[in-house]
């Protein structure tokens, strides 16, 4: 046993990684005795004093006070029998050469300025190699073998204990967190060849392929960049962008800054979808495709004539409400490109065929892509009709700029009591969406059930509010 | 040694005072009666005044081991028993053979006092062992780590040995269950405070009360003396100077009398200070001021019997010199049988699951040994 020793820096505190040194409280050639303060160390703990773990003649201190040691580095070497006469000239390195801890692993190197994080207990302060399997040959040259089984017990078959070691499913080579980072950036662990010990796969390696599928310019499956190893046919990569990105935007704006409230009303359209069939015939229309939309529409624009601080925007940075004589109605369409709420311009003053011949060349713009960026600004109240495609209402996001937005539900023959019977009639749902900040509870209620009221009944509310 | 040439008369404690038998300054108070008329004294010979003297002393510089192989790597961690070293020897003195104690982590000193190898806890806190040992055989329950959960097991303990008809007489059975202030604030002390008061069980509460839960203060754990909780539960408290082993020997015992005759629980509040850090982990620079910690430094309950051994003549610089030296010795002795622990095999952990096994932990345990023997130099 070497007479000279080396003091690691222990850990400190239950999961500490490195110290500084304070002070050394002795120095090269001071005789030292067992557990005589020897320096002082500052944790993320606590600074401490540390005592000798030998006593004789202290040999070496290997850092300045300032320095930041990892724990399990030698900081001090003490000859512990200074009386035998002079020590060997050359102590034993700390750990042997090629024998140090790995890199990444507690008590190792932190590679790429990662820092082995610990959880529980403290970073081992020795440099334990596993040992080879029986009959297996020399490591280096037998990444790929398997280990043999152990011999067959009677009480138990002779299960190969190789499988077990290795994740279900994969034969690579990989650190759990490097499994886990591959898993988080979508790289497949089979398709890298690595380039750690034994062939291991490397946080760099992973890191590699990822920055390498990045590289092409086209956006496409990559072959790399997939969960299962055949995958990649089987999922389709769409960049982030144009109208996608924008909607998104929009959302989330909205969403994240108008306090949204929806509200629901369920009205008989019977009456409405008859005048609808009779306009059908009128020669005003005989051009024109008309829907229950151009009726909805009309409903909202004499609804905001009578409520028009639904029309409204919340202009947060003058601090005012901007209420709008003006109504520039959206229509929320879906188009290849994704949704867009083109709108029509001073709406309320259009008669109502002007009105349906604006709504019909407005989706039909929209549809062929060629909606002018004018026609997407400047909405103050916007329709969407989710009906179209049979779902009974939604709880709609407001357009930014804009305090309220009304989703029409799907018309169905439904069961319902019409003058104390129960009769089938076309019934629908109205869902409107407002933001709380303007709009109350009450007024918008009022609203709702105005174009309830106008939906139940168009001639009459025609002839008292139109 | 005639009374009267050392001693001070008999004092009064006052309310919210503590009784005291040594003042820090080593004089010896006769006796000291409380407010419910309760008289405490002490009567000891020349040699046990000494053997104290070596219990507190031993204990000290066990614990001062116990640190320094923390600090050298060879202790995961360690909860420091420095200035409530009275507290501990005295009330652990005062326990005879039949009584049972629950320790938390930091009793070290009852340990000792119980006659039981220091090293015990070291494979708890080196990582070799559960702490695991067998409560009935040293009449001290292991360790417990969770604050405050022992006195529940405390109470049912004494529950249990009065149906077993174990109390009740001069020479009954009585229990100890040991706790801090911090653990006055936990549920289980109040439950267990319920229970031992209703029941009438045979236990002595004893809370060293060392002024710090961790890094929190008393003044955050209550709003009166810890003592007199325990007339909302229906037993008497009292508060002793936990940093006089006089009068904690003087207290417990007669606490312990109480309950083996039969006549209840008692909370004892062992007024005393943690003049160290809560554990190794632990930086008390952080939460209180040097200050604090000189005042208490001149209340040391070694300084103080030392001083009342010196005037008195009952010791001398050759006793004293001795007493350092076994100290010394034990604990050398201690430092190199923790270094030569050795680490447990990894097929013990399937030992003590059950206490007679069971078809799959035996088949469990077969097949992690044939594949520890399918590695090259198998069998450790």
Redesign the interface.
């Known amino acids: 046993m070497s007479r000279i020793k080396e003091?690691?820096l222990?850990?400190?505190?239950?999961g500490l990684t490195e110290g500084e040194i304070l002070a050394w409280l002795v120095k090269v050639g001071d005789t030292i005795e067992?557990?005589q303060p020897i320096v002082e160390v500052e944790t993320a703990?606590?600074?401490?004093?540390?005592?000798a773990?030998w006593g004789g003649v202290v040999t070496r201190i290997f850092h300045e006070a300032g320095t930041v040691v990892e724990v399990g580095k030698p900081i001090i070497a003490i000859d512990t029998d200074p009386s035998a006469g002079p020590a060997p000239s050359d102590p034993p390195a700390a750990t042997p050469a090629g024998e140090e801890t790995e890199a990444g692993l507690i008590g190792g190197p932190a590679p790429g300025g990662r820092t082995a994080v610990l959880v529980g207990?403290?970073p081992r302060?020795t440099s334990a190699k596993r040992?080879?399997?029986?009959g297996?040959p020399t490591p280096a040259t037998s990444a790929a073998t398997p280990?043999p089984p152990?011999?067959a017990?009677a009480?138990?078959p002779p299960a190969p204990?190789a499988k077990a070691l290795r994740p279900v499913g994969s034969g690579v080579l990989a650190k759990p967190p490097v499994r886990k980072l591959a898993r988080d950036l979508g790289v497949d662990l089979t398709s890298l060849t690595g380039s750690g010990p034994l062939g291991s796969v490397t946080r760099d390696d992973v890191h590699k392929a990822v920055n390498e599928a990045q590289a092409p310019a086209e956006p496409q499956p990559i072959a790399v960049l997939n969960g299962v190893a055949d995958a990649g046919s089987r999922e389709q990569r769409i960049p982030i962008k144009g109208v996608r990105k924008l909607t998104a935007a929009n959302m989330v704006a909205s969403a994240f800054t108008a306090p949204h409230v929806t509200e629901f009303l369920t009205v008989d359209v019977t009456r409405s979808m008859k005048t609808l069939e009779k306009l059908k015939g009128r020669p005003e229309f005989a051009e024109q495709r008309i829907s229950p939309l151009l009726l909805v529409a009309k409903a909202v624009l004499l609804a905001i004539k009578r409520h028009p601080m639904i029309n409204s925007t919340w202009s947060g940075e003058t601090g005012e409400i901007v209420v709008k004589e003006y109504v520039n109605l959206g229509i929320a369409a879906a188009t290849e490109r994704g949704l867009i709420v083109p709108n029509v311009k001073d709406a309320g003053r259009l008669t109502l065929p002007e009105l349906a011949t604006a709504l019909n060349d407005l989706v039909r713009t929209a549809r062929s892509g060629k909606t002018p960026p004018s026609d997407m600004s400047g909405g103050t109240f916007s329709i969407t009709n989710v009906g179209v495609y049979g779902v009974d209402t939604g709880t709609p996001i407001l357009p930014p700029g804009e305090s309220a937005i009304l989703a029409l539900g799907a018309i169905r023959p439904t069961p319902w009591v019409h003058n104390g019977k129960i009769k089938i009639r076309e019934v629908t749902t109205l869902g409107l969406s407002f933001d709380h900040r303007i709009v109350d509870g009450e007024l918008g209620s009022k609203f709702l059930r105005d174009i309830g009221a106008f939906l139940a009944d168009p001639k009459t509310a025609m002839l008292t509010w139109g | 040694m005639a009374k009267g040439e050392r001693e001070k008369a008999g004092n009064d404690v006052p309310a919210g005072g503590f009784v005291q038998l040594l003042t820090p300054d080593g004089e010896r108070i006769e006796s000291a009666t409380t407010a419910d008329g309760t008289t405490y004294t002490v009567d000891f010979t020349d040699e046990e005044y000494r053997e104290l003297y070596r219990d507190l002393v031993t204990v000290r510089r066990l614990d001062?081991?116990a640190v320094?192989l923390?600090?050298?790597?060879?202790l995961?961690?360690w909860a420091s028993l420095l200035g409530q070293e009275a507290a501990q020897v005295g009330s652990g003195r005062a326990l005879r053979s039949q009584d049972m104690a629950f320790p938390t982590y930091r009793e070290h000193g009852v340990l000792y006092c119980r006659g039981i190898d220091p090293i015990m806890p070291f494979g708890l806190f080196r990582?070799v062992d559960q702490g695991g040992w067998d409560p009935n055989e040293f009449r001290f329950n292991t360790y417990t780590i969770v604050i405050g959960s022992q006195t529940l097991h405390a109470t049912g303990y004494a529950m249990g040995i009065t149906m077993d008809g174990k109390t009740g007489s001069a020479d009954g059975e009585a229990v100890i269950a040991y706790f801090g202030d911090g653990a006055t604030s936990q549920g289980e002390v109040n439950e267990s405070f319920v229970w031992s008061g209703v029941f009438n069980a045979p236990i002595v509460f004893f809370c060293q009360n060392n002024q710090y839960a961790i890094s929190e203060p008393l003044e955050r754990q209550t709003r009166v003396p810890l003592y007199q909780r325990a007339a909302g539960y229906g037993f008497p408290g009292v508060r002793v100077d936990g940093n006089d082993v006089l009068a904690s020997y003087a207290v417990t015992k007669a606490a312990l009398d109480n309950a083996r005759n039969g006549q209840g629980p008692t909370l004892i509040e062992a007024y005393t200070y943690r003049m160290g850090?809560h554990t190794?982990?632990?930086?008390p620079?952080?939460y209180r001021i040097s200050s604090e910690v000189e005042a208490w430094k001149a209340k040391d309950p070694i300084a103080r019997l030392k001083a009342f051994l010196a005037k008195q003549k009952v010791a001398g610089d050759d006793f004293f010199g001795e007493v350092d030296d076994t100290a010394g010795k034990l604990a050398?002795d201690l430092r190199e049988r923790v270094l030569a622990m050795p680490d447990p095999q990894p097929v013990a952990m399937f030992d003590n699951v059950y206490p007679n096994d069971s078809p799959e932990l035996i088949?469990q345990r077969?097949?992690f040994e044939?594949?520890q023997?399918?590695?090259?130099?198998?069998g450790h």
């Open positions: 003091f690691n222990p850990d400190l505190g239950e067992l557990n703990k606590a600074a401490v004093e540390i005592p773990k207990y403290g302060t040992r080879a399997r029986i297996t280990p152990p011999a017990t009480d138990l204990p | 001062a081991e320094a923390q600090r050298q790597g060879e995961g961690i990582g850090a190794s982990s632990d930086d620079t952080r050398l088949k077969k097949a044939d594949y023997a399918s590695f090259e130099g198998s």
